[in-house]
Structures are given as structure tokens and as C-alpha cells.
């Protein structure tokens, strides 16, 4: 929903895709990008293959009883139109942003992985970008991975503690915003109903996701977190943000959490957080205007 929300959209302009594991395994969201992108008609963008394990642990496995055996919902997908790039996704980025620096906005709806990875080769990356916007993390808010974890961080709470600390521009749209975009059935049907290609493949890969917010969260349609990531990229003004320190835990029962240090100036913080950079944590959103906003351009497309 976002990849096709962000390609309906004339104010961005999507130059290329890196893949990561998370809901899937990397070769299958590889797959899946490179599917989506031809539904979209936009065999021009690139794709190029992430990291398939953590950092500094193991891959905690895919969800298939959240997102689908192939990430798609189970839903019927054919071979893509042709191959990834040969290039690493974390190579690929830094060689977009060091063509043009200044430019370009690295949205991360996943795990973090592939930017650790950008970090620790090109630690010069912090100047080449515009902007890095995350949706992940929860800074005030429970986790949904574990009572304390969002799921993207608690995939690699390493790579997103290296994010989070690095001196780069960075927005954290997380579980505090996230979880209050319900995407209601009957818009979900609304969305589905458009006859595209991409409404189509929406329509077959939503049911199961669906099914599982229905039945487990007790909402009606589904929390929509990645698409909000890219609302904010199209309107900042409809989220309000508190500029923190962010340290994720990466020990104990607490892994993956986001915590920010919310008072102390830099020379009182505690050490942990001290010396680190402020992000731009959103704690509110216009959450009608949200919804509006994704339904207009997922039926546009």
C-alpha cells in the first residue's frame, strides 16, 4: 500500500527500491517489490536486494500468519519482469545519494538493516541525504512484536540504535501515530473495488491482514503504518513532533524498544543518551486527513 500510495504521488519522485527482510524473507520481498512494481506499470524504478539476517543476531523468522506465506497475503503473484540490480542495497544507496546529495529522502518502512550497513561502509552518508524517515519505533506507546518492541526495530535493534544515533536528519513515525490510522473495511473495500492492476493485487493480498487486525486487534480494517510513513512525507504538517534523543535497547526482555530521553539537556542526560542527536519523534496526527489522504491516492492510481 505504500509503495503504490508513493507512486500515485506527483510530489514524490520514487528512484529506486532496496529490500530487507522483516515480514518476509529478503528473496521473497525482493520478489514482491519488483511484482509490485509492475502492476504499477514502473518497470523503470530499480530494485535492489537487502541484508537477509540482522546485524548482530539471527533473523527472527517471517510472519506468515500475519502477512502471508510469499508477504502478499498468500495472494496469486507471477515471476517479476525481470532481475534486481547486481549492486547491494546498501551500496545502491549510497551511490543514488552520492550522485545527487541533497536530494533524496530515504523512506524505511522495514528493518533497518541495509542503513546500518550504509553506516558502517559510508559513514559520509549522514551528508548525502535530505532526510531519513522511519516508520518504525514507539516512544511512548506499547510494542507490537513484544509488549515493549515495534516490530521493525525489534528486528534489528542494533541497526536502528545506529540510525537513530546517527548525526543525519531523522523522522521516527512509529506506534504512537500509527496506531491511531484505522483504515476502516469499507474503505478497504473501496480501494479493492477500483479497477487497476494494483487495486487488484490489493484486493488478493489484503484479506488475510485484514483478517488478522479483525480478529486480533478487534478493529474494524486495519492499523495502516507504512502508508502513514509516506503521509508524512506528503504532508509533515498533519503530524506533531517532540524533538528527542532515541537509544533502543538491544539486552533483555526490553529489546527493540525505543526510548527517548524526553527533559534532561545534552550535559545531564544520562550517558547512554548523551552526545546523541535529536529526532523527530511524531506523538499526534490528524488521523482523518490521514485516512483521506491514503483512500484519494490508492484509488487514484
Known amino acids: 500500500m505504500a509503495i503504490f500510495m508513493a507512486l500515485a504521488s506527483p510530489e514524490l519522485d520514487v528512484v529506486g527500491l532496496t529490500t530487507i527482510f522483516g515480514n518476509a524473507a529478503t528473496v521473497d520481498t525482493t520478489r514482491n517489490a519488483r511484482v509490485l512494481l509492475d502492476a504499477a506499470g514502473r518497470d523503470d524504478i530499480p530494485v535492489s536486494a537487502g541484508a537477509s539476517a540482522p546485524l548482530a543476531a539471527d533473523y527472527i523468522g517471517p510472519v506468515p500468519w500475519v502477512h502471508g506465506h510469499n508477504g ?6 507471477g515471476e517479476p519482469s525481470r532481475p534486481p540490480v547486481a549492486t547491494s542495497a546498501h551500496e545502491f544507496l549510497y551511490e543514488m545519494a552520492a550522485a545527487d546529495p541533497g536530494a533524496i529522502t530515504l523512506l524505511a518502512v522495514g528493518p533497518l538493516t541495509n542503513l546500518g550497513l550504509l553506516l558502517q561502509h559510508h559513514p559520509d552518508a549522514v551528508d548525502l541525504f535530505a532526510e531519513v524517515v522511519v516508520m518504525g519505533g514507539n516512544a511512548l506507546v506499547p510494542g507490537n512484536a513484544t509488549p515493549v518492541a515495534e516490530a521493525n526495530i525489534n528486528n534489528d535493534p542494533e541497526a536502528a540504535d545506529l540510525v537513530f544515533g546517527a548525526k543525519w536528519r531523522v523522522t521516527m513515525v512509529g506506534l504512537d501515530v500509527t496506531h491511531k490510522v484505522n483504515l476502516s473495511g469499507a474503505a478497504i473495500d473501496r480501494i479493492s473495488a477500483v479497477d487497476t492492476p494494483t487495486a487488484a493485487l490489493l484486493a488478493a493480498a489484503l484479506p488475510l491482514y485484514r483478517n488478522f487486525f479483525e480478529t486480533r486487534n478487534h478493529v474494524d480494517g486495519i492499523f495502516v503504518h507504512d502508508p502513514s510513513a509516506v503521509a508524512y512525507l506528503l504532508d509533515p504538517d498533519a503530524f506533531t513532533t517532540e524533538q528527542w534523543p532515541i537509544r533502543v535497547e538491544t539486552e533483555s526482555f526490553s529489546r527493540g524498544k525505543t526510548w527517548p530521553n524526553m527533559g534532561d539537556t545534552d550535559d545531564a542526560a544520562p550517558p547512554a543518551w548523551r552526545g546523541r542527536p535529536a529526532v523527530n519523534v511524531c506523538t499526534e496526527v490528524d488521523a482523518p ?11 487514484r492510481y
Open 72 to 77: 502478499l497475503g498468500d495472494a496469486p503473484i
Open 289 to 299: 486527513w490521514v485516512l483521506r489522504l491514503v483512500e484519494e491516492r490508492l484509488t
